[in-house]
């Protein structure tokens, strides 16, 4: 029919928005970073064998209890725990640690790219100001910064950030048991970088007050402390 034609018209023209950015993000970050051996970074370092890589994956505690803090003492840390699980998986294909770190790396690249095009287009409606504008979030001297560095867990959470501001969008308008579980998953997965869970509350304060109105300030006020719970949680 022809509302079939168009519909399908459309999804063909949309996709082609993509095949540009998907070709920069291949020829710019990942084609160099193919080349053999670990990428080194500050927070992103893995072992580099598939034992290496299983020894990780069933450490009971993250690398990071080993590491003493000012005062001496030394703090347990969970948070990647996730990870780990994940590893866990990935060793028990064969596979080793470079491949597992590569990976990760590669879709968290185009996470940042995809995340922040679906949060633009729903707040602009328009499919090429949207690509525009995961292209410039894409390759901002922030994301070219901590890719340097090796500080890829604070990528993962510029990732993760777009979608978190999408969903905490949409809870505060439209509210839902989903949204709440699914702030609180977001959180759990950026919490690889340990102070994105303080980043995560500043946008989430920032979303609220953009929603906050006297006129609802019961049910607002309401949504707020149950999506802190989660997060919290």
């Given amino acids: ?15 082609i928005f993509h095949l540009i950015p998907i070709l920069l993000i291949f020829i710019i970050f990942i084609f160099p970073l193919l080349k053999p051996g670990l990428i080194v970074g500050g927070d992103w370092t893995f072992p580099a064998t598939n034992s290496q890589l299983r020894v990780f ?12 803090i000012p005062t001496g003492s030394q703090i347990s840390h969970q948070n ?17 640690g470079i491949s597992f770190q590569k990976t990760i790396l590669f879709i968290t690249l185009f996470g940042i790219y995809f995340f922040s095009y679906i949060f633009f287009f729903r707040l602009t409606k328009n499919k090429f100001s949207s690509t525009v504008g995961a292209l410039s979030y894409l390759f901002s ?15 993962l959470f510029l990732a993760l950030q777009p979608l978190f501001c999408l969903l905490a969008y949409d809870y ?5 048991i989903k949204r709440i579980i699914a702030l609180g998953f977001i959180s759990a997965i950026g919490l690889f970088q340990s102070q994105s ?37």
């Fill in 1 to 15: 029919s022809p509302v079939y034609l168009r519909i399908k018209q459309m999804k063909r023209i949309s996709g």
């Fill in 57 to 68: 994956a069933e450490e009971a505690k993250s690398l990071w209890s080993i590491r003493e």
């Fill in 80 to 96: 990647l725990y996730l990870l780990q699980k994940l590893a866990s998986l990935w060793a028990d294909t064969g596979l080793d």
């Fill in 141 to 155: 001297p922030l994301v070219f910064n901590y890719l340097n560095m090796g500080w890829n867990y604070v990528l």
């Fill in 172 to 176: 505060f308008k439209i509210g839902g």
């Fill in 197 to 233: 869970i303080i980043w995560f509350l500043i946008l989430y304060l920032i979303l609220f007050l953009n929603q906050f109105k006297f006129s609802n300030i019961k049910q607002i006020a309401t949504k707020f402390i149950l999506g802190i719970f989660a997060i919290i949680v």
